[in-house]
């Protein structure tokens, strides 16, 4: 099955800097990698993906890369504000499938400093 | 629109008990899902609903884990008995389509087995 590497578990930045978020997968046949942020008592929330047939995508602030040859897409946020704090999951599934299951990384606990 | 709702928020028992989950999904949603995460680690798979009919279960760890969703709308995920290692976060998610992208998450009941 698909196995979805993320680092770093731990990031700190100041408030006005930018943050990065690497994510490795298995599965060349995975094309959907949604990033999704966990804030404190409540439940993962979508905040962007990308499929497969697109090697960049961009919303406001946050913006999701991904490199299909090395199996590899990140999360770049820019002009982090404390309200971004908060652990951010990035996954993988396959689209067209009738499963829909997602594999999920380990999340990255990201810290805001004011 | 109500987003996922989860029952209860939190539950703490003693191994040897009993405990039911419950999920409600976004009206209309055909597609459940069932995830654990289990303190510091990535947010495993369970099992995933269409309507009332089990599609995978294959992330079940074992017997002592029964899911249904009778009707096709809510569903309940009983812990018979619990254990120790069964202590975690356990979210629910939904979907229009498998095929289609966004899972939104309910909140997440936080289970503590003592």
């Known amino acids: 099955g698909e196995n979805v590497e993320q680092h770093p578990s731990t990031l700190s930045v100041q408030e006005g800097d930018s943050a990065v978020i690497k994510c490795t997968y298995s599965?060349?046949?995975?094309?959907?990698f949604p990033w999704y942020k966990q804030e404190l008592g409540k439940g993962p929330q979508l905040i962007i993906d990308?499929?497969?047939?697109?090697g960049e995508k961009k919303d406001q602030r946050i913006a999701v890369t991904l490199n299909k040859t090395a199996k590899h897409f990140s999360l770049h946020i820019t002009e982090t504000q404390p309200e971004d704090s908060a652990v951010y999951f990035c996954?993988?599934?396959?689209?067209?499938?009738?499963?829909?299951?997602?594999?999920f990384g380990r999340g990255t606990q990201l810290t805001v400093w004011p | 629109e109500a987003g996922v709702t989860q029952f209860p928020s939190h539950s703490v028992i003693e191994k040897g008990q009993t405990v039911t989950l419950r999920c409600d999904p976004i009206?209309?949603?055909?597609?459940l899902y069932w995830y654990r995460r289990v303190m510091g680690k990535e947010i495993k798979f369970l099992l995933h609903?269409?309507?009332?009919?089990?599609?995978?279960e294959s992330g079940m760890p074992n017997n002592r884990f029964l899911a249904e969703r009778t009707g096709g709308t809510y569903s309940t995920l009983k812990v018979q008995p619990a254990e120790l290692e069964d202590s975690g976060v356990y979210f629910c998610?939904?979907?229009?389509?498998?095929?289609?992208?966004?899972?939104?998450f309910g909140p997440g009941t936080r289970l503590l087995v003592l």
């Open positions: 996954a993988a599934s396959l689209l067209g499938s009738t499963l829909g299951r997602l594999y």
């Open positions: 009206s209309g949603h055909d597609n």
């Open positions: 609903f269409v309507k009332e009919s089990k599609q995978d």
């Open positions: 990308i499929r497969s047939n697109v």
């Open positions: 998610a939904s979907s229009q389509t498998p095929e289609g992208k966004t899972q939104y």
């Open positions: 599965d060349s046949a995975s094309n959907y």
